[in-house]
């Protein structure tokens, strides 16, 4: 068995980005919102059976009281935004699985579904539905592995390490030494990507990096710089790295058979045509006919 899990946030900003606007006869824009319903009806299509998607029912989370820098809901577009909470009830209607998160963001939901559906002997993967490089820190081997949908490629264990220079488990402590811009975190100065990478290699973790740059058992140009300015740091980057860590305890599921798809549920056309969705409303009962 695969699990698919979504991150429907990615989804919709990235369905908002790509198609033209669409609006209903009072007004709504949709657009976003049915390019994901349909993208998940694509996923059941081809052979999807358990799957889930995790949105940000609030774009503030927890890690907003830790860093005041922290990444907020200002800037959304407002049509993109009123899309949210719609796209919950369409995704439930259509008798998809999601996880809203409040407190928590979609990734620790994802991070969280992620560890207890590999737990179950009868999964033989768990795909993260996302290109966002802070859910490569999920990827166990190619067990748990990341999926980028738009562009059809895996991200297992290697594959991570030949994209970032560091192993999955040290993708925080790149993040907090690079930064993370869509999250609103800088990271450390004069640190870029190459950098960290290449000690992060060497040291796997910020905190067992070496204060004394001749210590370092790596070459890096500007090591005493480098140094310098880690030294100055640390406690921005063991904060930094500490928002960039996903949480495994987000409510999600009890078990693996609850992200199994039994088919719509019985408001399905209702609630697809009100979002001019009517059309797939037949695909989705002749899956579900099809569904074990």
């Avoid at 989370?61 to 369409?90: C, W």
């Avoid at 979609?106 to 996302?130: K, M, N, P």
Wanted: proline share 5%; glycine share 8%.
């Amino acid at each position: 068995m695969q699990v698919h899990l979504v991150d429907g946030t990615y989804e919709l900003f990235r369905h908002h980005f790509a198609l033209p606007s669409h609006t209903t006869t009072d007004g709504r824009e949709v657009a976003a919102l049915r390019g994901v319903a349909t993208s998940m009806v694509g996923m059941l299509a081809d052979g999807a059976t358990h799957l889930a998607v995790a949105t940000d029912h609030v774009v503030e989370s927890f890690r907003n009281q830790m860093y005041a820098g922290y990444k907020t809901g200002e800037g959304i577009p407002a049509d993109l935004h009123a899309q949210f909470h719609p796209l919950e009830r369409v995704l439930e209607a259509m008798g998809i699985v999601v996880f809203p998160m409040v407190e928590f963001e979609a990734d620790d939901a994802l991070a969280s579904a992620a560890v207890l559906a590999a737990a179950d002997d009868r999964v033989d993967q768990v795909l993260i539905c996302t290109p966002d490089k802070d859910l490569a820190q999920c990827v166990r081997g190619s067990r748990v592995v990341q999926f980028d949908r738009r562009k059809g490629v895996v991200f297992d264990h290697d594959a991570v390490v030949a994209k970032y220079g560091v192993p999955p488990e040290s993708i925080p402590d790149w993040l907090a030494l690079v930064g993370d811009t869509a999250d609103g975190f800088p990271g450390l100065p004069r640190w870029g990507a190459k950098s960290a990478a290449a000690v992060l290699a060497r040291y796997g973790h910020v905190d067992a990096i070496p204060d004394d740059p001749a210590q370092w058992d790596v070459a890096v140009r500007g090591a005493i710089t480098l140094a310098g300015v880690l030294q100055a740091g640390r406690a921005d980057a063991a904060l930094f790295r500490d928002l960039a860590t996903l949480r495994t305890d987000a409510p999600t599921i009890g078990g693996v058979d609850d992200l199994q798809w039994n088919g719509p549920a019985d408001d399905m056309e209702a609630v697809l045509a009100d979002h001019d969705l009517g059309r797939i409303a037949a695909r989705l009962r002749q899956l579900s006919v099809q569904a074990p």
